[in-house]
């Protein structure tokens, strides 16, 4: 099949924080030189910001840097931090501790990190930046020498066995000198690089959480404009790594959401009723009292943090923002890093195509950049927190006060990640856990939530939920596991049908709100994510 090409100095595939930057600084050098640079990035959601979801928190330290007029271009920094708190939550108290340094909010902004991106957009567009949302990279490209060539978009209008449809259009070929992956968390094209590139050998594998957020609109007597709070504790146990945060925006507007990392072993957690019962206690629901709920989305976040970030550069290509992994996950935050990253990157290509170099050459500066940037040092002092979580909340609570008091982030050991997917046991060997059933005004069910986040798929297309053995689920996940994937999955994707031995996985993938949970905490890796037409998925309003 032939398909059309376009050419191009740099292409994007992305339109995140960590994208969005590196184009504009792209476009900015270009200016300051007097050259001439064409930038694309593509976008698999259906506009600039649909597929973004976060607390958010944001440190502008990035933004300052890039755009530092950005109050007067109008960016969406409305609502400054006025009030930190961190509560530790039993069951039925909330009790008030310390703010840790790392999450103390001073100078930082209450947004919706998707109307930040789409603000991006605007102005890396206004640079000369082309924009193509709607168009899913599915295909890496590769030169005669080994190097990447671009990508190719997927194709348009097939049906569901994969033959060509009525409206059927082949992908487009984007071609150029550099290649700038930008995918966010868990790529499915990144993934192809690590192992043609061996990118991730000499690191630590990636852990991941994931988030599960909910947009409400509340009473104005509940609103407190500016504050933010955080909790560890209940409703998950002393060895299962989780926390909420509760941030109030404007227009009563007010981001509640929950993460649990992904290394949890007892397969009967559901982190999505973990975020259900959480609401229930009494220090949070008093918030929502007569409220209304508006929009809803999850998301796994990159969580390995420094010693999980893999070799940055390949010959024709970089990785920047969450899908390389630069999440500070202690204090929360990954918007300014994953842009820094985006900017840093930028301009190690900018260099290497200014000097003339052709496709397939390797921006070997980039990384070596980043390690004189204070990202670099930012998660380098963070290393240990994280990991440190293995041991259990109290001790890892413990040990972060003396790594970041004692050490300052600077104790002379690193610890180390394991695989998430290997942490599950059996279900047999952990206690199951009933969740309440969902009262409709407080608490929700999946179908409800997954209807918020206006979540679209064209029903006749391949399934994008791929399984390398179709016979792992009833072989071994259903009776070893007693079937995680109904429970890991937020949006009501997998479902075992029938009754006793009969039993079959179902896959709804036209809910799918493209988290990556399921790519990530399948136990065997059986699960294998790739994407579906562009434009489908989540379209999230003020997320």
């Not at 530092?68 to 039993?90: E, I, S």
């Not at 004692?406 to 199951?432: I, M, N, V, Y």
Request: proline share 7%.
């Amino acid at each position: 099949m032939e398909r059309e090409s376009m050419e191009f100095d740099v292409v994007i595939v992305g339109g995140g924080p960590s994208g969005l930057a590196c184009a504009i600084r792209l476009r900015q050098l270009a200016a300051e030189r007097g050259q001439d640079l064409s930038v694309c990035l593509i976008e698999k959601g259906s506009e600039i910001g649909a597929h973004i979801l976060s607390g958010a928190v944001m440190e502008p330290r990035a933004l300052n840097e890039l755009l530092p007029d950005w109050a007067a271009l109008g960016a969406p920094l409305n609502t400054a931090v006025k009030d930190d708190r961190f509560m530790f939550l039993t069951e039925s108290r909330a009790v008030r501790l310390p703010t840790p340094p790392q999450m103390e909010n001073h100078g930082n902004y209450i947004v919706s990190l998707g109307n930040v991106c789409r603000w991006l957009g605007t102005q890396a567009e206004g640079l000369g930046v082309d924009i193509y949302p709607g168009f899913a990279a599915a295909e890496v490209l590769f030169n005669d020498d080994g190097s990447v060539k671009g990508v190719a978009t997927g194709d348009m209008g097939r049906s569901k066995d994969g033959s060509e449809g009525p409206n059927f259009a082949p992908g487009m070929e984007l071609h150029a000198r550099q290649t700038i992956f930008a995918e966010g968390c868990r790529g499915s094209l990144t993934k192809q690089l690590f192992e043609r590139y061996k990118l991730r050998d000499g690191v630590d594998p990636q852990v991941y959480g994931i988030g599960i957020k909910e947009l409400w609109e509340v009473k104005p007597e509940h609103h407190h404009l500016g504050q933010v709070t955080h909790t560890i504790g209940w409703p998950m146990n002393t060895q299962t790594y989780g926390g909420s945060w509760e941030y109030h925006l404007e227009g009563n507007l007010v981001s509640i959401g929950f993460v649990v990392g992904l290394n949890y072993s007892n397969p009967w957690i559901s982190p999505f009723e973990e975020m259900q019962r959480f609401k229930t206690h009494p220090a949070v629901r008093e918030t929502f009292a007569g409220a209304r709920r508006v929009s809803y989305g999850a998301r796994a976040i990159s969580a390995g943090g420094f010693q999980s970030i893999p070799k940055l550069s390949f010959p024709g290509g970089v990785l920047i923002g969450d899908t390389a992994g630069f999440l500070n996950l202690p204090k929360i935050k990954g918007s300014h890093t994953a842009m820094k990253s985006g900017m840093t990157a930028a301009e190690a290509v900018f260099e290497l195509l200014a000097a003339g170099e052709t496709a397939g050459n390797e921006a070997v500066d980039y990384p070596h950049r980043l390690r004189n940037t204070w990202l670099w040092d930012e998660l380098y002092r963070v290393r240990n927190i994280k990991p440190s979580f293995h041991w259990g909340l109290w001790p890892a609570v413990a040990y972060s006060a003396v790594d970041t008091y004692l050490f300052r982030g600077k104790a002379p050991w690193t610890f180390h990640h394991h695989p998430d997917h290997e942490s599950l046991k059996p279900a047999a060997q952990c206690p199951r856990i009933e969740y309440p059933k969902p009262d409709g005004v407080l608490t929700f069910d999946r179908l409800s939530s997954v209807f918020l986040s206006n979540t679209n798929h064209e029903e006749d297309q391949p399934c994008h939920l791929t399984l390398r053995d179709a016979s792992v689920p009833t072989r071994l996940n259903l009776p070893v596991y007693e079937g995680p994937e109904q429970r890991y999955c937020p949006a009501g994707v997998y479902e075992y049908v029938g009754e006793g031995t009969g039993r079959q996985l179902q896959i709804n993938a036209q809910n799918c709100v493209h988290c990556k949970t399921c790519d990530i905490k399948d136990p065997s890796q059986n699960i294998n994510w790739v994407t579906p037409e562009g434009g489908g998925g989540p379209n999230y309003p003020n997320m």
